[in-house]
């Protein structure tokens, strides 16, 4: 998109977006052109790509420091070419909101056990799914709700997602007593149908 609009729109000034993932997949680039058998001339093609719709572009964003460094090196972008807009909420829309306990429980039932969308490696949302009684691991012994971490995000593998969940089961093992149910719960939320990358997080 970006050379087709450095083709047609010649003169128009134009900006884009360092995007993380694909400054990562052009490091992975770098990696994969030194394996025996890696398709070196796609791995160019798609690096000569990416350099010819970078330098028809006049100005660069970028979420952090670390993606306009990165960026800026792969793509021989000057970094005074790169202006960095943190990602950030506007907390006058995006708040806490003042549920009860139930609510929030029939919010989880509903998304876990009655419409669930969650998908393992077939890739049909559904084939995930929750029961009344896997509700219960949400609650304390008093009924309230326990702490709930929550990950939003792609199933990419520089994510580490199955790393994610791998510490935090370690995590609950080690603050939970004998008999005791795990201090906290996680909820992995992303994705889509059929991609992932790595080890499915399921």
């Known amino acids: 998109m970006h050379v087709a609009a450095g083709?047609?729109?010649?003169?128009?000034?134009?900006?884009?977006?360092?995007?993380?993932?694909?400054?990562?997949?052009?490091?992975?680039?770098e990696v994969l052109?030194?394996?025996?058998?890696?398709?070196q001339e796609l791995h160019e093609v798609t690096r000569g790509?990416?350099?010819?719709?970078?330098?028809?572009?006049?100005?660069?964003f970028a979420n952090s420091l670390d993606v306009s460094g990165r960026g800026s090196a792969r793509l021989s972008i000057d970094?005074?070419?790169?202006?960095?807009?943190?990602?950030?909420?506007?907390?006058?829309?995006?708040?806490?909101?003042?549920?009860s306990?139930?609510?929030?429980?029939?919010?989880?039932?509903r998304i876990l056990v009655e419409e669930p969308q969650g998908w393992d490696e077939t890739g049909a949302p559904g084939t995930i799914r929750y029961?009344?009684?896997?509700?219960?691991?949400?609650?304390?012994?008093?009924?309230g709700l326990k702490p709930l971490a929550l990950f939003v995000g792609r199933f990419l593998d520089f994510k580490r997602v199955p790393m994610l969940l791998q510490a935090v089961s370690q995590v609950n093992q080690r603050l939970a007593g004998p008999g005791e149910s795990p201090p906290y719960n996680m909820l992995v939320w992303g994705g889509m149908p059929g991609e992932w990358e790595g080890e499915h997080p399921y």
Do not use: C, Y
């Open 101 to 109: 306990d139930d609510r929030k429980l029939t919010f989880l039932r």
């Open 131 to 143: 029961t009344e009684t896997d509700l219960e691991r949400f609650k304390t012994e008093e009924g």
């Open 33 to 39: 052109g030194g394996e025996a058998g890696s398709p």
């Open 79 to 99: 970094e005074s070419d790169v202006t960095i807009i943190p990602n950030g909420v506007d907390v006058s829309v995006f708040r806490p909101a003042d549920w």
């Open 7 to 29: 083709q047609v729109l010649e003169a128009a000034p134009k900006a884009a977006h360092l995007h993380g993932t694909e400054v990562k997949m052009m490091e992975n680039l």
């Open 49 to 60: 790509v990416m350099a010819d719709a970078s330098q028809r572009m006049q100005h660069f």
